[in-house]
């Protein structure tokens, strides 16, 4: 996954990019990232925005009940810190089968101050 850059207005993006030296964050890109791995997930599971052990963010789609903690992660192992749920009972009333309809939804209700306190709470624990 390529580097974001710090690039926004909001309070909570600015705090969780300046955290990480701005290198990685630019919350448009989390949102397309976010998307193409609940997209790519076949079937049920989650798509993640996580902190990696070396202290940067990265996405990634785990199946089923799988997450970032879990040691059947190898090579995306880290401390959660957003998750999207993509199993169909998440969506399917309101979205039926239209899971990217679903994704893009997602963003307007999501409240980045608890995602910042997640990610302070992670960080504060890894370093």
Same mark, same amino acid.
């Given at each position: 996954? %390529? *580097?974001?850059?710090?690039?926004?207005?909001?309070?909570?993006?600015?705090? &969780?990019? $300046?955290?990480?030296?701005? *290198?990685?964050?630019?919350?448009?890109? !989390?949102?397309?990232? /976010? $998307?193409?791995?609940?997209?790519?997930?076949?079937?049920?599971?989650?798509?993640?925005?996580?902190?990696?052990?070396?202290?940067?963010?990265? &996405?990634? %789609?785990?199946?089923?009940?799988? *997450?970032?903690?879990? /040691?059947?992660?190898?090579?995306?192992?880290? !401390?959660?810190?957003?998750?999207?749920? !993509?199993?169909?009972? %998440?969506?399917?009333? $309101?979205?039926? *089968?239209?899971?990217?309809?679903?994704?893009? %939804?997602?963003?307007?209700?999501?409240?980045?101050?608890? !995602?910042?306190?997640?990610?302070?709470?992670?960080? /504060?624990?890894?370093?």
């Amino acid at each position: 996954m %390529a *580097n974001f850059i710090c690039n926004t207005e909001n309070s909570a993006y600015r705090k &969780v990019g $300046k955290g990480n030296r701005c *290198n990685f964050w630019f919350f448009r890109r !989390v949102e397309n990232e /976010d $998307k193409n791995a609940g997209l790519g997930q076949f079937g049920s599971g989650w798509s993640w925005l996580y902190i990696k052990y070396n202290g940067t963010l990265d &996405v990634v %789609a785990t199946p089923n009940q799988d *997450n970032p903690l879990m /040691d059947t992660q190898l090579t995306s192992r880290g !401390v959660p810190i957003l998750g999207v749920d !993509v199993w169909e009972h %998440a969506y399917y009333l $309101k979205y039926q *089968n239209k899971r990217a309809d679903y994704l893009d %939804a997602f963003w307007s209700v999501l409240d980045w101050s608890v !995602v910042e306190k997640q990610y302070e709470e992670a960080i /504060d624990k890894l370093i």
